[in-house]
């Protein structure tokens, strides 16, 4: 425990912590994206893969049992990596000095100089999007255990797609600049393939995107009903 406290410590040591946080929250995203172009197979389909997910460990462990560890885990990531990333911004504007204006790494793309604003939007998307598809206050017509009637009558709304598809481009700028530097952060960089780092993060990212807002756009359009 010394040494993993110590290692924190460390410029470095926050960054594997963000790197692995980060990862945990990508895998996330991209089984919340499988999940959600389910509801394109039905009502029954979808209600039966979100009653899937409250029962899955059924009766090896309690119902919720799973899904309640999962999200736990996720709270975890959530808080590492964003304590780490604030600690890391800290600790580099101290670096710079107060008195340094310009920016010394013109290598920063438009994505990494919009991480840390990046991030607050998701944070409150997340906070939000909780309340409105899972535990009901945001949703005026919240039907507990019909799961896909929540989803239509919840993206029926313009200014709810339109909050939806602002946070999902906020989202995949910030893992396009997440997933290219986590290879270098972990030390799997190497000259032969580092220039495919980051046209592979922006196919993650794109297709990412187009997954997400797909559902969301379908039902506004009257695709889904």
């Excluded at 600690?87 to 101290?94: A, D, E, F, G």
């Excluded at 602002?166 to 997440?178: E, I, K, P, S, V």
């Amino acid at each position: 425990m010394r040494r993993v406290a110590a290692l924190y410590q460390t410029t470095v040591g926050k960054k594997v912590l963000m790197a692995v946080s980060g990862l945990i929250l990508f895998l996330f995203v991209i089984g919340h994206m499988l999940g959600n172009l389910k509801v394109f197979e039905g009502p029954q389909a979808f209600n039966e893969y979100a009653e899937f997910l409250r029962t899955v460990g059924y009766p090896l462990v309690p119902e919720y049992g799973l899904l309640w560890l999962i999200r736990l885990v996720l709270l975890g990531a959530v808080g590492v990596h964003v304590a780490a990333a604030w600690q890391l911004w800290r600790r580099s504007r101290t670096a710079r000095g107060s008195g340094y204006r310009k920016e010394s790494n013109l290598s920063f793309s438009y994505a990494s100089r919009t991480m840390r604003w990046g991030g607050v939007l998701i944070l409150l998307f997340v906070v939000y999007h909780i309340l409105h598809m899972t535990t009901g206050q945001a949703h005026p017509d919240f039907v507990y255990g019909d799961v896909y009637r929540n989803f239509i009558l919840g993206f029926s709304n313009p200014l709810v797609v339109g909050f939806y598809v602002l946070a999902q481009a906020a989202l995949c700028a910030h893992l396009y600049h997440g997933v290219w530097s986590m290879v270098q952060t972990v030390g799997a960089s190497h000259p032969k393939y580092d220039r495919w780092r980051r046209p592979v993060a922006g196919v993650f990212a794109g297709g990412l995107f187009v997954g997400f807002i797909i559902p969301p756009l379908a039902v506004l359009l009257g695709i889904l009903s």
